[in-house]
């Protein structure tokens, strides 16, 4: 537990890092520029389409694009592990989209297709009870849950799966939707 309230710790500054060198290194790669490009559309998109804040964005870019580091802000408050599951998936896939289809990175990647292995993608959600999701967040193909609890310092671990449980049951979610 302690682990990944670190590992989390990490992350964040590591999201601001990369923001301030964003701002501070204005002879990035044209390969940056075009990722920082497509990341801001996707959050304009990821805004009106799941009411969400784009909140950070960056990565591992030295001579090839290695893992991408998304955050965003949701306004959905007391949020389930079930809703906090399906926006994370349906984020991380439209995101991976847009990444692999997009033609001048395409080149800069590590490996193409690109997938949920390189994006470091989380979702804060407010919450009023310690049994509501505060942050979701995939590292390295697993996906973490973890919620704030009263009178403790830092969040902890609700629950954990792989991305790929994750999305498999999304995909059954929508599957009885439409079956019923």
């Known amino acids: 537990m302690k ?9 964040c500054a590591l999201i601001a890092y990369l923001a301030i060198q964003d701002k501070v290194n204005s002879n990035a790669p044209v390969y940056e520029k075009d990722l920082n490009k497509m990341t801001k559309q996707f959050l304009v ?18 001579d090839k694009i290695r893992v991408i580091l998304v955050g965003v802000e949701s306004k959905k408050t007391d949020c389930t592990v079930d809703e906090a599951r399906e926006l994370l998936v349906n984020c991380v896939e439209e995101y991976l989209t847009e990444v692999n289809k997009n033609e001048k990175l395409r080149p800069h990647l ?8 390189e ?17 979701v967040s995939i590292i390295k193909g697993h996906v973490y849950y973890s919620s704030a609890k009263e009178g403790q310092v830092g969040l902890v671990r609700k629950y954990d ?9 999304v995909m059954a979610g929508r599957s009885a939707a439409v079956g019923s």
């Open 161 to 169: 799966e792989t991305y790929e449980e994750a999305k498999e049951k």
């Open 119 to 135: 994006i470091r993608f989380r979702v804060g959600f407010s919450a009023r009870n310690d049994d509501a999701v505060h942050l």
């Open 3 to 11: 682990t990944f309230i670190i590992i989390a710790g990490v992350f």
């Open 110 to 117: 590590c490996h193409y297709p690109f997938t949920n292995n």
């Open 45 to 62: 998109q990821a805004k009106k389409k799941y009411d969400v804040v784009g909140a950070s964005f960056g990565g591992t870019l030295q």
